[in-house]
């Protein structure tokens, strides 16, 4: 395509090959199996207000609701990975060998994950 001066539009290009990989993405988006379910996602939606026939875009949400959870375990299991390296480190001199190590997420790891993404987490009284 040609601009009102005749030089070549580099910009119509660049829209075109970002519509075709959104299209793919819409396509590759329906055949996707979020681990939230879309009724769940629908709910929720519904709840807070949002109307949507489209599901499509209730798939999209499930997806990044997905990758929003993700992060933050992931966020939370370094550092419960940190916390228990730490305390490793000072009981190392009595271990034999090396161990498959299994983590357990606590408070204790979650609240500093959440703090990262502003959402503050309080230990409830009775299990103080």
């Given at each position: 395509?040609?601009?009102?001066?005749?030089?070549?539009?580099?910009?119509?290009?660049?829209?075109?090959?970002?519509?075709?990989?959104?299209?793919?993405?819409?396509?590759?988006?329906?055949?996707?199996?979020?681990?939230?379910?879309?009724?769940?996602?629908?709910?929720?939606?519904?709840?807070?207000?949002?109307?949507?026939?489209?599901?499509?875009?209730?798939?999209?949400?499930?997806?990044?609701?997905?990758?929003?959870?993700?992060?933050?375990?992931?966020?939370?299991?370094?550092?419960?990975?940190?916390?228990?390296?730490?305390?490793?480190?000072?009981?190392?001199?009595?271990?034999?060998?090396?161990?498959?190590?299994?983590?357990?997420?606590?408070?204790?790891?979650?609240?500093?994950?959440?703090?990262?993404?502003?959402i503050t987490a309080k230990k409830p009284h009775y299990f103080?």
């Amino acid at each position: 395509m040609m601009n009102r001066m005749g030089s070549p539009s580099v910009g119509m290009e660049e829209d075109n090959g970002a519509g075709h990989a959104l299209s793919d993405f819409l396509l590759q988006l329906e055949n996707y199996n979020p681990s939230i379910p879309d009724s769940v996602v629908a709910y929720y939606l519904n709840a807070s207000g949002f109307e949507s026939q489209d599901p499509r875009l209730i798939r999209l949400i499930a997806l990044a609701s997905q990758k929003f959870l993700s992060d933050i375990a992931n966020d939370a299991l370094q550092h419960c990975k940190m916390r228990t390296s730490s305390q490793m480190a000072q009981s190392s001199k009595n271990q034999k060998g090396p161990k498959e190590k299994k983590y357990v997420m606590t408070m204790e790891d979650l609240v500093p994950a959440l703090q990262e993404y502003g959402i503050t987490a309080k230990k409830p009284h009775y299990f103080v």
